[in-house]
């Protein structure tokens, strides 16, 4: 059965690097996403993605944040000066169609900020 | 706006009891779809049910059924004869209209821990 793969499972990094959470959503489906579940919290809504652009995004999703579908498979998130306050996990999703909700998540990357 | 409110924070029951876990939701939209997701503990989510708004009747799944009404806007899920392998935090979502973005607003999690 197809699935979203994300890497890494784990990254830790130091205050202020750069990270690029990686996504290969299933291959014949059109939206894009990524959420965020702070530990313990509910998982929240950062970012859609069709044709190439971003359709949706949240408050959360500043400056700082941005998404590429570099190749036609991979879709990134890219953290661009990490915060302790992302310390998370990023959980992709793709769906065949916008509305229907039938969104498949990917097992999550865990990030851990110090 | 949309909301979903899952008020109870944490359950506890002894396995082979039933539960049922609430949720309430709030949406303008005439069209929606209601969710629910298990998270266990190694943190992935695992898609559970999705149900459309005109779609009122309850449905069962071997020890999982969920009451959907929509008078009262809830969409509740009860687990029959739990089992220690239900404990997980359980999650009630919502996605909006067709033609929007696909987003799913999610509730708090309802964290349930089966007893054996």
């Known amino acids: 059965e197809p699935e979203v793969t994300q890497t890494p499972s784990h990254q830790v990094t130091q205050m202020g690097q750069e990270v690029i959470l990686r996504c290969v959503p299933i291959s014949n489906h059109l939206y894009f996403y990524w959420y965020r579940q702070i530990l313990g919290q509910k998982v929240e809504f950062l970012v859609s993605?069709?044709?190439?652009?971003?359709?949706?995004k949240s408050e959360i999703f500043d400056d700082q944040f941005s998404v590429e579908r570099p190749d036609g498979s991979n879709f990134t998130l890219k953290i661009r000066s990490t915060k302790l306050e992302d310390s998370a996990m990023y959980f992709c999703?793709?769906?065949?169609?916008?509305?229907?909700?039938?969104?498949?998540f990917g097992e999550g990357s865990r990030l851990t900020v110090l | 706006a949309q909301k979903v409110t899952q008020a109870q924070t944490e359950i506890s029951v002894v396995e082979k009891e039933d539960v049922t876990l609430d949720c309430v939701y709030e949406t303008r939209d005439t069209t929606y779809y209601l969710f629910w997701y298990k998270q266990p503990p190694s943190g992935e989510l695992v898609f559970l049910i999705r149900?459309?708004?005109?779609?009122?009747q309850n449905e069962i799944s071997g020890r999982y059924s969920w009451n959907f009404q929509k008078s009262t806007s809830s969409f509740n899920f009860t687990i029959t004869a739990s089992q220690v392998v239900d404990s997980a935090v359980y999650f009630c979502a919502l996605s909006g209209r067709v033609g929007n973005t696909g987003k799913l607003i999610f509730g708090q999690g309802t964290t349930l821990q089966v007893k054996p």
């Open positions: 999703a793709s769906s065949p169609l916008a509305g229907t909700g039938e969104l498949f």
């Open positions: 149900r459309n708004s005109f779609d009122e």
């Open positions: 993605f069709y044709n190439n652009e971003i359709s949706e």
